[in-house]
């Protein structure tokens, strides 16, 4: 089991910028995958951003590439979203999620584990 804890999120005015940030714990040594998630109210779950743990190679939505980075820390078994220029339509509930299979990297349902989300408001 991995346990992910988020946290960073807030409220932004249009054009600002967070960080979320999210620990693993447990089995974080099996990790071969982590992503960021969203939700908006009445839409499904999309995908984000994601890095592979080994390689460190990134990958991202269209609708956040130049805008938002991921990384991580290795040491501390955590995963960083940079939020730069942030639009009102970034606002959702962040989820951070983890797998121990590499496949799938941009498909919601190919994570195992999941944070309890995080949320980001944007106001225009």
């Known amino acids: 089991q991995v346990q992910l804890v988020e946290s960073g999120g807030g409220l932004v005015q249009a054009g600002g910028s967070l960080r979320l940030s999210c620990a693993a714990s447990?089995?974080?040594?099996?990790?071969?995958?982590m992503g960021w998630f969203r939700q908006a109210p009445g839409k499904e779950r999309e995908f984000v951003a994601a890095?592979?743990?080994?390689?460190?190679?990134?990958y991202y939505a269209d609708s956040v590439k130049g805008r938002f980075t991921i990384s991580r820390d290795n040491a501390k078994n955590t995963v960083y979203l940079q939020m730069n220029s942030l639009k009102p339509e970034d606002a959702a509930v962040y989820y951070c999620?983890?797998?121990?299979?590499?496949?799938?990297?941009?498909?919601?349902?190919?994570?195992?584990?999941w944070g309890q989300g995080t949320q980001v408001t944007v106001s225009s």
């Open positions: 890095v592979r743990w080994s390689s460190g190679n990134t």
């Open positions: 999620a983890a797998d121990p299979n590499s496949l799938g990297i941009v498909v919601t349902d190919k994570y195992d584990y």
């Open positions: 447990g089995r974080t040594f099996s990790t071969a995958k």
